[in-house]
């Protein structure tokens, strides 16, 4: 979009930047999100979306902006890779064999030191199929059990080699002790024609790091294995065609596209730097992030984790791994596992997503929102190489991870990040499914976390609602304020349609009196009547007096629009308990 009209197939089709904005402040003032003394031109600051990262998201790009991917060298459908683990062997060969025949093309195999690699993989036929390992705990181990196995000598197949990833997990492992793992092991991984290495990205973003410092870390840690492979006698290319990047996708869709576009970017800046005269694509696999996932109302996770797939989709990555919905709860079964596999398969064989090659190129906005991230992640990118010239000190990485975790919880505690069937819209009745402990989520600081724990201990007792007025009067705030008090695990009792103080208070003690009440009605009849009420409510044994609205002189607390909800919820419990 410019100044002058485009060049569209009909002339009269074609509109200057100045129409555009006309029209777009037209429908926000209807809306009240600009005011009828604001110009048109600020339609772009109220429409602009910004990240943790302080990267603007635009509601549109103008023409000339950057062109900044690498594109993808998928072509096609990506790789399906479904996660497998368990303690029972026996039940992960199962569950894996399942995934094969539904579809699944690859397999990411979660293990430790007590993990019967042969029998987890018993049938599976290793020539066609594709295992990425994940061992922290166990790496050699349990690389060593998989390349025993007959036909373990598929291309894509990879040892899933990270001892940084490792180290930024706080799993014991010390730095010479990581390199002498990690030249041993792509030796063994060049002799078996398998990769070596996976940079696992999701070790930072479980920590809460945002989208910049999740891809500064993966092309840090990216070229601290290639030093370490070099230093062993491969040549740049060699060590890089051992690499596999592993980032987490989100439901935040375009910021996920951008992410995967934009590591492409900077890890083809990284190879040329290094003197790669051949361009070598970075090989991706997506997982749909494991932090985004809530254990209340885990069916909402079903869609997070087909917007992510879609993203990854679109992003280009080469192999995508949609968690089963269930998987914040435990370990997931297997309705969960064939949900989450069927995901893919609607967006490849139904949606045809993968039919176009990076179908976000070309979109201004989305050129510029990669630009930016790969501008921000090579910031990044530069802080962690000048923090390890003398050793591997996470602790500043850590402290910059910690800083955004602060500022999301921010805006989740007051809504302005809002999670369905969390923070918003709450079931307090919801039965939750009963799952085996998955230590896979031990490590991981899901999004939800200061919610989930108000929903884990219920308050004893609820709270009043005091409703003024008709039930058309007070519903509109009654229901804020319930669906607010539910975010936090309390329930209320509900007064009704009152037509005075008197009614009021009636139905207070015909609900048993709690100590606990929330006035809820219009404006006007907080005016006519409010303070009567609160005091009426008093004096027949309330201890605590809350408004939905804003505060007054004749209350104890207030709950509106852009409150701080996690600072009231315990607020309000205290006063219950």
């Known amino acids: 979009m410019t100044d002058s009209p485009l060049t569209l197939a009909q002339p009269e089709d074609a509109h200057t930047r100045a129409e555009w904005e006309a029209a777009t402040a037209a429908v926000l003032r209807k809306t009240r999100k600009l005011g009828d003394s604001d110009p048109d031109s600020a339609v772009w600051e109220k429409l602009t979306r910004t990240t943790l990262d302080g990267i603007g998201i635009t509601p ?19 790789d399906i890779r479904s996660l497998v683990s ?7 060969n199962e569950a894996a064999l399942v995934d094969l025949d539904g579809g699944v ?9 007590d993990t019967d690699v042969a029998a987890t993989l018993k049938d599976v036929l290793l020539d066609l199929a594709p295992v990425v390992l994940d061992a922290p705990s ?41 390199v002498t793992e990690l030249q041993t092991l792509a030796r063994k991984a060049n002799q078996n024609d398998v990769r070596a290495i996976v940079v696992d990205a999701t070790a930072a973003h479980d920590l809460g790091a945002s989208d910049a410092q999740e891809l500064g870390w993966s092309i840090a840690v990216g070229v601290a294995y290639l030093r370490w492979l070099t230093d062993h006698g491969l040549s740049v290319a060699e060590a890089a065609d051992q690499v596999e990047f592993r980032y987490a996708a989100t439901d935040e869709q375009f910021p996920t596209i951008a992410k995967l576009r934009a590591a492409r970017v900077l890890w083809a800046r990284v190879l040329e730097l290094s003197g790669v005269d051949t361009p070598l694509a970075q090989r991706q696999h997506a997982v749909t992030s494991r932090p985004m996932l809530s254990k209340y109302d885990p069916y909402v996770n079903m869609l997070r984790g087909t917007v992510a797939a879609f993203a990854a989709g679109v992003g280009g990555a080469d192999a995508v791994t949609v968690l089963p919905f269930d998987s914040a709860n435990g370990r997931p079964d297997a309705f969960g596992r064939r949900i989450a596999r069927n995901v893919n398969h609607l967006l490849i064989d139904e949606s045809h997503v ?11 906005a989305v050129e510029q929102l990669t630009a930016d991230l790969a501008a ?42 809002p999670l369905t069937g969390l923070s918003e819209f709450p079931n307090l009745g919801e039965t939750l499914p009963e ?16 919610f ?57 003690r015909s609900s048993g009196g709690q100590p606990v009440v929330c006035l809820a009605g219009t404006d006007a009849a907080y005016d006519d009547w409010g303070a009567a009420a609160a005091a009426a409510l008093r004096e027949a044994g309330a201890r605590h007096v809350i408004i939905a609205g804003k505060a007054t002189d004749y209350v104890d607390d207030s709950a509106a629009m852009g409150v701080d909800a996690l600072a009231f919820l315990n607020r309000t419990r205290e006063a219950l308990a």
């Open 86 to 92: 368990g303690p029972d062997a026996k039940l992960a």
């Open 452 to 508: 989930e724990a108000l929903r884990d201990e219920p308050a004893a007792q609820p709270v009043f609602l005091a409703t003024l007025g008709t039930i058309a009067q007070h519903t509109a705030r009654a229901t804020f304020v319930s669906n607010l008090l539910a975010a936090g695990g309390i329930a209320v009792e509900v007064a009704g349609a009152t037509a005075g103080v008197d009614e009021l208070v009636a139905a207070y």
């Open 376 to 417: 921000a992640g090579w910031a990044e990118f530069q802080q962690l190489e000048s923090e390890w010239e003398d050793g591997h000190d996470f602790d500043p990485f850590r402290a910059r991870i910690a800083a955004v975790v602060e500022k999301r919880e921010a805006d989740i505690a007051r809504r302005k990040r």
């Open 354 to 364: 993968a039919a176009v090659a990076d179908p976000a190129g070309g979109a201004y």
């Open 60 to 78: 549109l790009g103008l023409p000339g902006g950057p062109a900044t991917a690498v594109r993808p060298t998928r072509h096609g459908a990506w």
């Open 435 to 450: 799952r085996d402990a998955d230590p896979l989520n031990d490590r991981v600081r899901r999004y939800g976390a200061s």
């Open 105 to 113: 093309t690859s397999l990411w195999l979660a293990a430790d030191a």
């Open 138 to 178: 166990a790496t050699t181990k349990v690389a060593e059990a998989y390349l025993a196995l007959p036909g373990a000598k598929h291309p894509d197949s990879n040892l899933g080699i990270d001892p940084l990833g490792v180290m930024l997990r706080e799993i014991p492992l010390a730095v010479d002790e990581a």
